[in-house]
């Protein structure tokens, strides 16, 4: 069928375009990025020996005698670990950043050196480690659309009413408004908690869905331990319509629990605190932070209604007036007994009450971001699926002359347009997304910029040695990575530093040792600006284009080169191409759905 062909690869086309267009990460997800990096080409050795030797160290004092190896202990220096020198506000687990270095650190070893040097490409790596990523949230989705297709066909067999739903078309629904939207396919592949808390309870919804919910309690549990503490209040809603629906004992709740809690923290707590050289469960001190010292709104206050009013409205667009329609009857023809003539639709009701649920509990944290409410997406998606597969079923009984022929036709066609209207607005809020990352791009420039000079065949090209490039707060928390740097090192042996919003990686006024500087300050005294980034991109309405102003400039010290031989940069100039080519997908998807409708109406009538 064409939806479990079609629908499938347009989710993975949608993801697949956010990844390439976007190439660069910002604070959010800079954690989890760095992380890779790190345990990609350092691994846990360097912090496996700093702890053994902070050992022998603690047994070396205890004794009168020197020893050498307490002399080679006492001398080892500072770890290679970017998460050591700028920690954060609280810690993060490494247990996903670990699992995707480690498969690609596996690919480097498959792949012959001959053919393609992986960790001689840092930002290939950076691009395997995001696909691999993105690669294991799409088979999360497929996972869930097969387990409402598996839900459907139960109830299709078990109530004969249920004849006007087919179950190929919700797990076809579901996929493509996922695509539609821009949040679960931009995020797919950007190394957020947030996004390895999606995916779990992705699975989670999918066990629940194949009647497993003992299965679903151990994804939510696992989750919470190790991800993201919050889920503790998806966990909370979930868990408690279980029980009321005695889908789950009491007893076995509890087991379930404290047993899969346990294990998920044995899977975390030893590998982050080699990592972090403490004893640390992260997500422990994430909830701490949180709940009990209350310190998460010094990131900004929202109002309680903020999700309800602003978050889903963006994350969903017009796709969430599908939403209502799964919990009403809308089929054209009389009441069946088996609905004892009500109105209301029960179906997906019991599972859509506890994530709403999550949502509303979630309200009373003061600091409110759309990526804590990630995990409720799903289950709003196949509530949506579910109420536009109905529109599709009034359009063929209408069609077949048992109904309101035009009426329904047209409203199936109306819930057709939220999902294309809702993609044009993915595509506009992806358009936006790449100019948010002007400190990633700064990078590239720059790069390009040391291979103009070192064209320079005179006796003023530069010694590369010598150049020492500072990168500021606002470059490295729009874009600019470990890889990113590393493949500017790689091509040119240079130093490069950058300042943190911690007290002790502060640099405000770099001195004259530096010879590049990359900054958010429109001047800085003793150097020239060779090229500016554009950022801060906002939808000028009236005129229909995106506007932009300076974010980061890229200064050099004056007299680093003769003025004869300063080369500028250009501004990046946005590729149409993969626009061009998502919204071709997405015009040939429509039609080949519409051919589809058209064809089964046609067997049905005949």
């Known amino acids: 069928m064409v939806s479990k062909v079609l629908c499938p690869i347009i989710l993975l086309l949608t993801g697949l375009l956010a990844l390439v267009t976007c190439p660069h990460s910002k604070v959010e997800e800079s954690f989890n990025l760095q992380a890779t990096h790190d345990l990609f080409y350092h691994g846990v050795g360097p912090a496996w020996r700093s702890a053994t030797a902070k050992q022998i160290t603690a047994s070396c004092s205890d004794v009168d005698e020197s020893y050498d190896v307490c002399d080679e202990a006492n001398a080892t220096g500072g770890l290679p670990y970017d998460h050591l020198q700028f920690p954060g506000v609280v810690p993060r687990t490494f247990t996903g950043a670990f699992v995707l270095s480690l498969i690609a650190k596996i690919m480097s070893f498959i792949v012959p050196k001959s053919i393609f040097d992986l960790p001689s490409n840092p930002m290939a790596v950076q691009f395997l480690i995001r696909f691999e990523l993105l690669i294991l949230s799409w088979m999360a989705h497929l996972r869930l659309a097969c387990s409402l297709e598996g839900y459907f066909s139960k109830k299709k067999q078990v109530k004969s009413n249920w004849s006007h739903i087919t179950p190929q078309s919700i797990f076809g629904y579901y996929l493509l408004i996922t695509a539609s939207q821009f949040h679960i396919p931009f995020y797919s592949s950007r190394l957020l908690p947030n996004t390895f808390a999606l995916l779990l309870t992705t699975h989670a919804y999918a066990e629940w869905f194949n009647g497993r919910p003992d299965r679903t309690a151990i994804y939510l549990v696992f989750t919470t331990a190790i991800f993201r503490c919050d889920v503790l209040l998806l966990l909370f809603t979930v868990g408690l319509t279980m029980l009321i629906r005695r889908e789950l004992r009491i007893i076995q709740a509890l087991i379930i629990g404290i047993a899969t809690g346990i294990i998920g923290v044995l899977i975390t707590a030893p590998l982050d605190s080699?990592?972090?050289?403490?004893?640390?469960?992260?997500?422990?001190?994430?909830?701490?932070?949180?709940?009990?010292?209350?310190?998460?709104?010094?990131?900004?206050?929202?109002?309680?209604?903020?999700?309800?009013?602003?978050?889903?409205?963006?994350?969903?667009?017009?796709?969430?007036?599908?939403i209502p329609l799964s919990f009403f009857n809308l089929k054209g023809r009389a009441k069946e007994k088996a609905n004892n003539n009500t109105m209301i639709d029960r179906t997906l009701l019991h599972f859509f009450i506890p994530t709403f649920g999550f949502v509303v509990l979630y309200s009373f944290l003061p600091h409110k971001e759309m990526r804590f409410i990630f995990p409720a997406l799903p289950m709003f998606n196949a509530c949506a699926a579910y109420g536009l597969r109905k529109l599709h079923s009034m359009a063929v009984t209408a069609w077949k002359g048992a109904g309101w022929s035009f009426i329904s036709i047209g409203v199936y066609v109306c819930g057709l347009m939220t999902v294309v209207i809702t993609m044009i607005g993915s595509l506009l809020f992806l358009r936006l997304s790449m100019e948010n990352y002007p400190g990633g791009a700064a990078l590239e420039h720059l790069k390009n910029h040391f291979g103009a000079t070192s064209e320079i065949s005179t006796q003023h090209a530069p010694k590369w040695e010598d150049v020492h490039v500072h990168i500021d707060v606002a470059a490295a928390m729009t874009g600019v990575s470990l890889f990113g740097q590393r493949s500017v090192t790689n091509l040119y042996p240079i130093q490069m530093s950058k300042s943190g919003y911690e007290v002790e990686n502060d640099t405000k006024d770099p001195p004259r040792s530096y010879t590049h500087l990359l900054s958010e300050e429109q001047s800085v005294r003793g150097y020239h600006i060779v090229d500016t980034i554009e950022g801060f991109p906002r939808l000028d309405k009236r005129n229909l284009r995106i506007v932009t102003n300076p974010a980061i400039h890229i200064f050099e010290r004056d007299g680093w080169l003769p003025k004869e031989y300063t080369t500028r940069g250009t501004k990046r100039v946005l590729n149409l191409y993969y626009i061009g080519v998502a919204s071709s997908g997405f015009i040939i998807a429509a039609i080949l759905g519409l051919q589809k409708f058209f064809a089964r109406t046609k067997t049905h009538m005949s």
């Open 274 to 322: 080699l990592l972090w050289q403490r004893m640390v469960w992260p997500e422990f001190e994430v909830w701490w932070f949180n709940a009990v010292d209350n310190r998460s709104n010094e990131w900004g206050v929202m109002p309680f209604h903020w999700y309800v009013s602003n978050a889903l409205p963006k994350g969903l667009l017009l796709t969430l007036f599908l």
